[in-house]
């Protein structure tokens, strides 16, 4: 009884996430307001959906993969985030004329020698 | 009709409505965003369908698709950004 109302709270709680990231992504105004909602709200949505089936069928043969699948998507999420939001940024051109040296060390040398002048 | 199916609907109207970003976005990296999302609901989907089912080859496709989807992400980033491939 308490396992069903607590696997119910879960998958309801990721039904709502999961629909705040993509209202987030629809009317939000801007990419990095876009990533905000579907990186935080899209990975907790999955994750709560995830654990409330787990919670609801128990410890069978099936329940391993589930752990792996939540594990990996836990671990995933946040890098295709930070990857999308660096390539978006690096895109924009802001920085062209700032040192940000990570983006392409083959051209350091140059921003140094712009940044000299 | 049971709990999973209901779940399974309410995410495929969810999906429906963040692929609006995956159509009409206005650059390339909005559409990645809104493609990562509807990725994540196809996974949560399929695992549904193996559990409602009962069939533990379902599981094996979600696990798949999540591995494909975070490599095809990543690849398209690298594309894009320009410079060298890693």
Request: glycine share 10%; charged share 15%.
């Amino acid at each position: 009884m308490i396992v069903n109302v607590i696997s119910l709270l879960l998958i309801s709680l990721g039904c709502v996430m999961m629909f705040t990231a993509a209202l987030g992504l629809l009317r939000f105004s801007d990419i990095y307001m876009r990533l905000h909602a579907s990186g935080k709200a899209g990975t907790g949505g999955t994750i709560a959906i995830l654990a409330g089936i787990l919670i609801r069928i128990g410890l069978t043969q099936i329940s391993g993969k589930i752990i792996l699948v939540m594990v990996f998507i836990l671990f995933t999420g946040p890098i295709i985030s930070h990857s999308i939001g660096r390539a978006a940024h690096v895109h924009s051109g802001a920085t062209d004329n700032v040192p940000f040296h990570d983006v392409n060390p083959d051209e350091d040398d140059e921003r140094g020698d712009e940044d000299d002048n | 009709m049971s709990l999973y199916t209901a779940v399974s609907i309410i995410l495929v109207f969810i999906a429906l409505l963040a692929s609006y970003r995956l159509f009409v976005g206005p650059s390339v990296y909005d559409r990645l965003v809104s493609l990562n999302v509807v990725g994540v609901i196809i996974t949560i989907i399929l695992i549904l369908i193996s559990v409602e089912t009962d069939l533990g080859l379902y599981l094996d496709i979600a696990l798949s698709f999540v591995m494909l989807d975070f490599v095809g992400t990543i690849a398209l980033v690298k594309y894009l950004e320009g410079g060298e491939f890693v």
